[in-house]
């Protein structure tokens, strides 16, 4: 159920590496429809020079979140069972619970996008939902190849990924 007042948004995230560590880029497609009826569509992507899948992964999620202007209900699509699992299956509560450290007692990998993943969700209502990857989904299929370009640095330069240690 949507709560009165906010406005309803659709995203598709991924996250691509080539090579674990490696270049590595996000993908985002975001849709609303206003109130005529109308449909809006932004893209967001970014390559990164070394990094993970699962950092892009969460990068996209991140990104997509933070590229809304005011509190939305939202709809967030990946094909990151990492992302959509930490979240539907609670693994979140009990990191925090347990100071950033997983069921093994070791730290959390992450950790600096995780928090800034929290933090980018706090004005939403988020529902999480795991899509198969590369199974013919138009916009998890863009989402993807938003990833991929961004890792081959096909639409930009790549960046640093301040947060990744090899």
Known sequence: MIEEGLTRVVAYTDGSSRGNPGPGGYGAVLLYVDPAGEEHRKELSQGYRV??????????????????????????????????????????????????????????????????????????????????????????????????RAADGIDGPLLDDEGFMA
């Open 51 to 148: 990094t993970t899948n699962n950092r892009m992964e969460l990068l996209g999620a991140i990104v997509a979140l933070e590229a809304l202007k005011r509190p939305c209900e939202v709809e967030l699509h990946s094909d990151s069972q990492y992302v959509v699992n930490a979240f539907n299956q609670h693994w979140v509560e009990g990191w925090l619970r347990k100071g950033w450290k997983n069921s093994q007692k070791q730290p959390v990998k992450n950790v600096d996008l995780w928090q800034r993943l929290l933090a980018a969700m706090r004005p939403h209502r988020v529902t999480w939902l795991w899509v198969k990857g590369h199974a013919g989904h138009e916009l998890n299929e863009r989402a993807d190849e938003l990833a991929t």
